[in-house]
Nanobody, 124 residues
Framework: QVQLVESGGGLVQAGGSLRLSCTASGRTFSRHSMGWFRQAPGKEREFVAAISWMDSSTYSADSVKGRFTISRDNAKNTVYLQMNSLKPEDTAVYYC?????????????????WGQGTQVTVSS
């Protein structure tokens, strides 16, 4: 069983930056591929970025490429999402997720564990 706790959300002006963190409990973090998803009010959940447990290869949605960076620190059981050049359309609840697959994926069903989410609000 893996428990995930996100932090780092908040209110920021357009063009600003935030860094989200997701800390996992348990001893298996280093063997989980990790992902970030988001859900805006009235919209479906959307993939943001993912990182492999094996080689830390990453995969990001086109909408955030060049602006968001996912990384992980296995010694701290933590995955990060550095968000730069934020836009109002980035406003959402951001969730981290842990999966058993080797490769980073945008398929939500590939992730077995989910955090409770952290709110990110970008004002114009």
């Amino acid at each position: 069983q893996v428990q995930l706790v996100e932090s780092g959300g908040g209110l920021v002006q357009a063009g600003g930056s935030l860094r989200l963190s997701c800390t996992a409990s348990g001893r298996t973090f280093s063997r989980h591929s990790m992902g970030w998803f988001r859900q805006a009010p009235g919209k479906e959940r959307e993939f943001v970025a993912a990182i492999s447990w094996m080689d830390s290869s990453t995969y990001s949605a086109d909408s955030v490429k060049g602006r968001f960076t996912i990384s992980r620190d296995n010694a701290k059981n933590t995955v990060y999402l550095q968000m730069n050049s934020l836009k109002p359309e980035d406003t959402a609840v951001y969730y981290c997720a842990a999966g058993w697959g080797v490769h980073p994926t945008d398929i939500g069903e590939a992730y077995a564990y989910w955090g409770q989410g952290t709110q990110v609000t970008v004002s114009s």
